[in-house]
């Protein structure tokens, strides 16, 4: 397994470099035959007034797949303990869902479609400006998937959405969870205007499904 750790406003000694790698090592002792690689990112906010300033980020690679769990306390011992406890129960769901092929329901999705055409020029007679500063660009491969493995991918990765290539269309869509409960897919709606407004005449369709918990 490799391990490579990055540290953000901290530096990266001995002491915790050994800590990170005890940890990790029991969280995936048991997934090693799917592990290939594991990044840890370790941060502290400088602002004082910041709730759970020590931050701890775990993403593995295993068989392809991106698991991702993040953690934050007032110690980073702490965070690195929780963390290493959530990558470890990913990496258990997945293997349960992946490799022993136990059936689950379908999720709940609510589909949304975008209603109107985006204008050709967005900025007019402006200068483009990026933010005044750039946190963090990530660059993945976005291979095609069913809405149901990029749910999956979803429940992995320890966020609110997920962008995927959907297999059946070969489009961009975005899959997130709902504030209430289920799942949404928001896709791109192609078409004339008036075969969107008359799409859009009963609202966003939604596929009924019983949400599951992979």
Known sequence: MKLLIQGNNIAITDAIHHYVQEKLANAVKHFQNITTKVDVHLSVARNPRIDNSHKAEVTVYA?????????????????????????????????????????????EFEVLATAEPVAEDLIGDREPQLPPEVVRTKYFAMPPMSMTEALTQLQLIDHDFYMFRNRDSNEINVIYARNHGGYGVIVPRNGSHEERVNGNSNGASVAHHSAAQV
Request: hydrophobic residues 30%; positive net charge; proline residues 2%.
């Open 63 to 107: 068989n392809g797949t991106v698991i991702r769990a993040q953690e934050g306390s007032e110690d980073l011992y702490a965070s690195i303990d929780l963390v290493a406890d959530k990558i470890a129960r990913q990496l258990r769901k997945y293997k349960e869902k992946h490799l022993h092929n136990r059936t689950h329901t379908q999720p």
